[in-house]
């Protein structure tokens, strides 16, 4: 039977199932026990599974994943929440030159299951520092895992896959997407690391985003509906392992590439997949693929300068209609 | 009795502790009532008395920076509540032409090297705007202002390490208001006495009651005084408290209203005025008049911002490099 929760509820069911199943599975960071989590996604946790399995953590982000990466090592499962990626990058160190490269160093001795969770990207007018999206970071460092979904149903399966991974995965989430509902099953189930979700069928174009973008992708198909333009919307859900087959399958039928994302330009995500799917597709492509994302540039306060800033429905629209040699 | 310091310094502290307040009270009225201002809004509603006795002990060229909790900081170092108040609704004519925000207000001419956002980064840049002075011979020293959360940042020993060593002019505050959004102090390490963190490098250190401008400014003093003659720097631990949430959008489940209240009867502003009136350093009238003043500022600094453009989109790529025709990547 499916029940329609929010975000932050599909997550703290998957947290707290592998918990209930899994003993070595516990969560650490700031405002995560006693104050329910800054963006109450671990309401009640510490309820139930007490203070030795919920924890509290100074501000101290290089610290306690230094910790947590450790414990990973030696037995236990840890999932660590930032309360927002832009301070995850004080424990980058511990990420990358420490768990990301464990399994490599030790010619496969010793491995480092461990989950690094938190709230990703622009949330409005949060100002330069506590608005960066970090997939494309992360997605660049071979050894982990990254997912970045768009849905609760979506994201609590892939974060009980997480939980169950054997590597280190990165999982990103976002503070306006917390309290969206959406369908998800009573019944147990798992949703596998690397697979694309085509999120809504169609004919004419294909568009690939993922987590928060992928409302925008949506909302542009169907405006684009309306005028008789049929987009296929792709839904990425992990970016490393990257599911370009999905993409590409996608493109062989619509012939057309849009990409929407809110990385910073150079070297994101769209770069990789324009990359792969000119490699593979390049003689399917009936025009140019083009992609949308943040402005090159820190994300400033002002409201209209956030605007000009991120993709929106408008210009996504746009776009398709200069790849589908549209009139505007 | 006679005070500890001039009538002067007791009416400037009075007004300053007043128009930081009143600035910020008019400004959550802004944000909540009329949603003119967004994003994270941090208020030092209660802490003012650090902004005024740090002013009192130091001079203009003596470079701050501080957190997101920056507009008391701010409005104190002299930048005009209408640029600040501009900054909060996002507008051209802001301290930081509307990029910046709460938490980012900026000031150069005023020697304010900002808000900033990243709990404990602040750490090192204070201790590296001192060592620009010490670099460059002027007898200027640098104020780091940071809480309680983020002393336990490893910035802190790092740098704390390197400015012993260096004797560089700094003076960290560790403005202690007993929370960390929903952490108090003793849920955060074992050790609840801040100031003792600079025992592990021999650093001189403080514990400081923040509700006393008087306090605050003989601590700072010393210290100033110190760094000014080579002697390098200290850390001083303000006891203070914040009356308003982490932030505006705080249920402040983790506290009491009794604790708050009984903060508030030491109500620093209060403490001054309570001085003035006692040693008759103002009539009735007198004081009517430097609220007034103070109630004038804010509404005007509120007018401006309202009346003022936002920026032109065009702003979105500019200050983002020095460089003059910079190839940006537009798709
Ligand atoms: C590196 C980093 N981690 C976490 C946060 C989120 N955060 C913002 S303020 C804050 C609490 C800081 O408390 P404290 O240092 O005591 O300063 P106060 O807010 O009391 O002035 C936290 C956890 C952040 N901004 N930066
Ligand atoms: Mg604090």
């Known amino acids: 039977m499916a029940r329609s929760i929010a975000f932050r509820e599909a997550l703290r069911e998957a947290m707290s199932e592998e918990m209930r199943r899994d003993d070595r599975v516990f969560l650490m960071g700031e405002e995560v026990a006693e104050y329910n989590g800054a963006y109450k996604v671990s309401q009640g946790m510490l309820a139930e599974f007490g203070p030795k399995r919920v924890i509290d953590t100074p501000i101290a982000e290089l610290g306690f994943a230094g910790i947590a990466v450790g414990a990973a090592q030696n037995g236990l499962r840890p999932i660590v929440e930032f309360m927002t990626w832009n301070f995850a990058v004080l424990a980058l160190d511990q990420i990358l030159n420490t768990a990301s490269k464990m399994l ?3 010619g496969g001795q010793i491995g480092c299951p461990i989950v690094f969770r938190g709230p990703n990207g622009s949330a409005g007018q949060l100002g330069a520092q506590h608005s960066t999206a970090f997939e494309s970071y992360y997605a660049n460092i071979p050894g982990i895992k990254v997912i970045s979904p768009s849905n609760p149903y979506d994201a609590k399966g892939l974060m009980k896959a997480a939980i169950r991974d054997e590597d280190p995965v990165m999982f990103m989430e976002s503070e306006v997407m917390y309290g969206d509902k959406g369908e998800v099953p009573e019944e147990e189930y798992i949703i596998e690391i690397g697979k694309a979700d085509v999120k809504k069928q169609g004919s004419d174009v294909t568009i690939v985003s993922y987590n928060k973008m992928m409302k925008v992708a949506l909302g542009a198909a169907a405006e684009l509906e309306k005028e008789g333009v049929s987009a296929e919307v792709v839904d990425l859900r992990t970016i490393r392992p990257l599911d370009w087959h999905t993409i590409l399958e996608s493109v062989k039928k619509t012939n057309r590439l849009v990409i929407v994302e809110e990385q910073w330009p150079m070297c994101s995500v769209s770069s990789e997949i324009a990359y792969r799917i000119q490699k593979e597709a390049f003689d399917y492509l009936d025009a140019p693929i083009r992609r949308l994302t943040a402005a090159d540039a820190p994300l400033h306060y002002a409201p209209n300068l956030v605007e000009a800033a991120l993709p929106s429905v408008d210009k996504t629209v746009r776009l398709v209609k200069e790849v589908m040699y549209m009139k505007k | ?5 001039s009538k002067e310094t007791y009416l400037y502290w009075y007004e300053l502790m007043l128009l ?3 600035f910020e009270l008019a400004a959550e009225e802004k944000y909540k ?3 003119k201002i967004r994003g994270f809004f941090h208020a030092y509603v209660g802490q003012e008395a650090i902004a005024a006795g740090v002013m009192t002990a130091t001079r203009q060229e003596d470079p701050f920076v501080t957190a997101y909790r920056d507009h008391g900081l701010a409005l104190a170092k002299g930048m005009s509540p209408e640029s600040c108040m501009a900054e909060l609704y996002g507008k051209a004519t802001g301290c930081a032409k509307g990029k910046g925000g709460s938490m980012h207000f900026f ?14 980064a602040q750490i090192g840049t204070g201790a590296g705007l001192a060592f620009a002075e010490k670099y460059k011979g002027t007898d200027n020293v640098s104020l780091t ?3 309680d959360g983020a002393a336990r940042q490893g910035i802190l020993h790092e740098v704390f390490n390197m400015a012993m060593t260096w004797k560089l002019p ?7 208001n007993n929370y960390a959004m929903g952490t108090s102090v003793t849920r ?12 592990a490098y021999e650093m001189p250190a403080d514990s400081v009651d923040g509700m006393s401008a008087e306090a605050v400014h003989d601590a700072i003093s010393r210290a100033v005084k110190r760094a000014r003659e080579g002697g390098g720097p200290t850390l001083l631990e303000i006891k203070t408290y914040r009356y308003k949430g982490h932030s505006i959008s705080d249920p402040q489940k983790y506290r009491t209203k009794e604790e708050v209240e009984e903060y508030k009867q030491r109500d620093p502003i209060q403490l001054v005025l309570n001085t003035i009136q006692k040693n008759k350093y103002a009539t009735k009238d007198e004081i009517a008049a430097i609220d007034k003043r103070v109630n004038d500022k804010v509404a005007a600094a509120v007018k401006f911002a309202e009346e003022s453009p936002f920026p032109t989109e065009d702003e979105v790529l500019k200050d983002i490099v020095m460089t003059p025709d910079y190839p940006f990547i537009v798709d």
């Not at chain 2, 700094?170 to 202690?176: G, R, T, V």
């Not at chain 2, 955060?188 to 025992?199: C, G, M, P």
């Open chain 2, 145 to 147: 202002f940071f809480g």
């Open chain 2, 20 to 22: 930081i307040r009143q």
């Open chain 1, 104 to 106: 490599a160093m030790s």
């Open chain 2, 1 to 5: 009795m006679a005070s500890k310091f």
């Open chain 2, 188 to 199: 955060t390490s074992n050790v609840h006495d801040i100031f003792k963190l600079a025992d």
């Open chain 2, 170 to 176: 700094a003076i960290f505050i560790c403005e202690n």
């Open chain 2, 33 to 35: 009532m009329e949603g």
């Open chain 2, 107 to 120: 000031g150069k001419k005023e020697y304010f090297f900002g808000g900033h956002g990243i709990v404990g």
